[in-house]
T-cell receptor, first 110, second 115 residues
Framework: RKEVEQDPGPFNVPEGATVAFNCTYS??????FFWYRQDCRKEPKLLMSVYSSGNEDGRFTAQLNRASQYISLLIRDSKLSDSATYLCVVMKGGRRALTFGSGTRLQVQP | GAVVSQHPSRVICKSGTSVKIECRSL??????MFWYRQFPKQSLMLMATSNEGSKATYEQGVEKDKFLINHASLTLSTLTVTSAHPEDSSFYICSAPGPLGNEQFFGPGTRLTVL
């Protein structure tokens, strides 16, 4: 079983739609959680950290449920520029290496 | 924010040659850097942890004699792919933990193509 599991998609949505991505992680020792965005043939870029209390950054809302080891990302009012692969990422602490999910591809269509 | 550079951005080489990739933290010091590899349509996989002044820590299944890592200073780590073969063709990305918190800063990546 992969340490971080995501639905690979692709999610094809129209502009303005709301889309939700889910992720589960297997290692209960994981301490920090993130969503990264990766554009084709580029390095991943941090979208937001994820906390149990939930956090929001503009159109993006992330949520962590430690009990069920589940992470979510909600994107409201999708823009064409949101088209990318969204990576669920966990860090176990200690040496701070990251474990990446395989990513969920989002394609926002006009 | 903190910046990590990587050089070269793209390499095309013949099978059997060695390729060196540099990763630099430009405005902060990094005692630890991480090297990841990403094959097409797959996610990033951690290859090794580069430790300044000591040996690198390799993940299971990564050959330390093939992927040589040197972290000679607080701002530079190098990954050398020795005797590269076509199956080593991949996107290699380094990262360094930021000085302030949990954030990691990624280099722009090096795309290696071995013919």
């Amino acid at each position: 079983r992969k340490e971080v599991e995501q639905d690979p998609g692709p999610f094809n949505v129209p502009e303005g739609a709301t889309v939700a991505f889910n992720c589960t992680y297997s290692n209960s020792a994981s301490q920090s959680f993130f969503w990264y965005r990766q554009d084709c043939r580029k390095e991943p870029k941090l979208l937001m950290s994820v906390y149990s209390s939930g956090n929001e950054d503009g159109r993006f809302t992330a949520q962590l449920n430690r009990a069920s080891q589940y992470i979510s990302l909600l994107i409201r009012d999708s823009k064409l520029s949101d088209s990318a692969t969204y990576l669920c990422v966990v860090m176990k602490g200690g040496r701070r290496a990251l474990t990446f999910g395989s990513g969920t591809r989002l394609q926002v269509q006009p | 924010g903190a910046v990590v550079s990587q050089h070269p951005s793209r390499v095309i080489c013949k099978s059997g040659t060695s390729v060196k990739i540099e990763c630099r933290s430009l405005d902060f010091q990094a005692t630890t850097m991480f090297w990841y590899r990403q094959f097409p349509k797959q996610s990033l996989m951690l290859m090794a942890t580069s430790n300044e002044g000591s040996k690198a820590t390799y993940e299971q299944g990564v050959e330390k004699d093939k992927f040589l890592i040197n972290h000679a200073s607080l701002t530079l780590s190098t990954l050398t792919v020795t005797s590269a073969h076509p199956e080593d063709s991949s996107f290699y990305i380094c990262s360094a933990p930021g000085p302030l918190g949990n954030e990691q800063f990624f280099g722009p990546g090096t795309r290696l193509t071995v013919l």
